[in-house]
């Protein structure tokens, strides 16, 4: 399949699903999401995940996962046991202060990222030859 079309999106638009996973997008998105949406479960977050991605490369739940566990080890983002209810007992994630800081962070880093990106864009447009 040539890069930058794929089944899932079609020969309409260009995609991103061939051009490499971009896991680093993973963390903003998630902190974002416990900031909007308050403390979550895994699934709830693997859910929006994808409907807030930054690309259209499908965010496996792995790299959610791995992502999650990060946070918690930086002091990002804390989990406990949720053990009520008839189901299984499930980690609900929690944003800190400290998350809530390195979102600030994501945000100022991805605002300049979002400039040289739009600047490349415009040199690769202005590079092609007039049809």
Sequence with gaps: MPRGHCQRHGADRPCTCAMGNLYRFVEP?????LK?????????????LNEHALTDAEIERAALYRTL??????????SDWDVSGSGPARHVYRLTESGEEH???WGVVLKKLSQAMA???EEVHQAQPAR
Aim: charge should be negative; hydrophobic fraction near 45%.
């Design 69 to 78: 566990k990060q946070l918690e080890l930086n002091g990002h983002v804390i």
């Design 36 to 48: 909007k949406d308050g403390p979550s479960y895994g699934y709830e977050l693997a859910t929006a």
């Design 103 to 105: 979102l600030r962070e």
């Design 29 to 33: 998105v998630v902190l974002l999401l």
């Design 119 to 121: 600047s490349f864009a």
